[in-house]
């Protein structure tokens, strides 16, 4: 048949239409109770919030406006996304040298470093701010072996910006370790042994072979972290300082003790838009596929 199919090419499609149309029930029974999770217990809330922005107590962007005209709010902005990058940046350092040695041994000290690395995920990131809580506080160790040393009273360490910084690395850590892990794993030794081969030192070697092949794993990880503590609420309430606050500890100091859901909403939408703005950029050059190496 010119410009057509044949009978013989047609019927393996129309069999492949009614195959479709039979799976169309049991396709939408899969994907029914999913996307009305979603909608129930994401879309509506966000969108409830959205709408409470702009409309508590009146139809208005004085929220929105108030955000960054005032210079509290737009430090307290500032602030969180500050210590994000800070403690994004000390995850990575810490992070890369112990992912680079579980990467690229293969004896029992990767089996243990990765056994730590996991374990700090059955211990709740609240009992590991309270432990915190505790190695800092005026009766921890650390006060201890300032006193056992003889080096005199120890530094105010609790309630202070190096209390939450120090603690959110921590909590975060693991995630930036497993990220850099999943992509070093997948590089390789024989990469290294080439280059070594052709007169790299070990040093030119990792600079030129190993880093540049684990950086999306660092993209990765960054990610993870810079998202993450963006959000954090407790370790900051429990280890910081009022004097440094966050965009989750301004939320819930709005709708606690002032009860202003509207000004409380606003806030939550622009922390939203960050974090998916952040989001479109990493797809848009590297892909969400990609997030775990």
């Not at 990058?85 to 041994?105: E, F, I, N, Q, S």
């Not at 429990?238 to 440094?244: E, F, I, K, S, V």
Request: glycine share 8%.
């Amino acid at each position: 048949m010119a410009g057509g199919l044949s009978p013989a090419a047609a019927l393996p499609t129309e069999v492949r239409t009614r195959a479709a149309r039979r799976r169309s029930p049991a396709v939408w029974l899969l994907l029914g109770p999913p996307s009305l999770v979603l909608t129930l217990l994401f879309m509506l809330p966000i969108g409830l919030v959205l709408v409470t922005s702009i409309t508590d107590p009146r139809m208005s962007l004085a929220h929105y406006q108030r955000i960054f005209t005032v210079p509290l709010y737009t430090h307290v902005m500032l602030n969180t996304f500050v210590t994000s990058l800070v403690v994004t940046a000390l995850c990575l350092v810490l992070g890369y040298p112990v992912a680079y040695v579980m990467a690229r041994r293969s004896d029992w000290v990767s089996t243990l470093l990765l056994t730590i690395v996991a374990m700090s995920f059955w211990t709740g990131f609240l009992v590991r701010t309270y432990a915190w809580l505790v190695i800092l506080g005026s009766k921890g160790p650390v006060t201890g072996a300032y006193q056992a040393l003889g080096l005199g009273p120890a530094p105010q360490l609790l309630f202070t910006s190096f209390a939450s910084t120090l603690g959110m690395t921590h909590i975060l850590l693991p995630y930036m370790i497993l990220a850099l892990f999943a992509v070093m794993k997948k590089i390789e030794p024989d990469q290294l042994k080439a280059a070594a081969s052709l007169g790299a030192r070990p040093r030119a070697a990792f600079a030129a072979v190993f880093l540049p092949l684990s950086l999306p794993g660092v993209v990765n990880g960054s990610l993870l972290v810079f998202v993450s503590c963006l959000g954090f609420f407790v370790t900051p309430i429990l280890l910081g300082t009022p004097r440094d606050m966050m965009i989750s500890q301004l939320i819930n100091q709005q709708i606690e003790e002032l009860l202003a859901w509207g000004f409380a909403s606003a806030v939550a939408v622009i922390l939203l838009i960050a974090t998916g703005l952040i989001l479109v950029v990493y797809n848009r050059f590297a892909g969400l596929d990609r997030l775990w190496g």
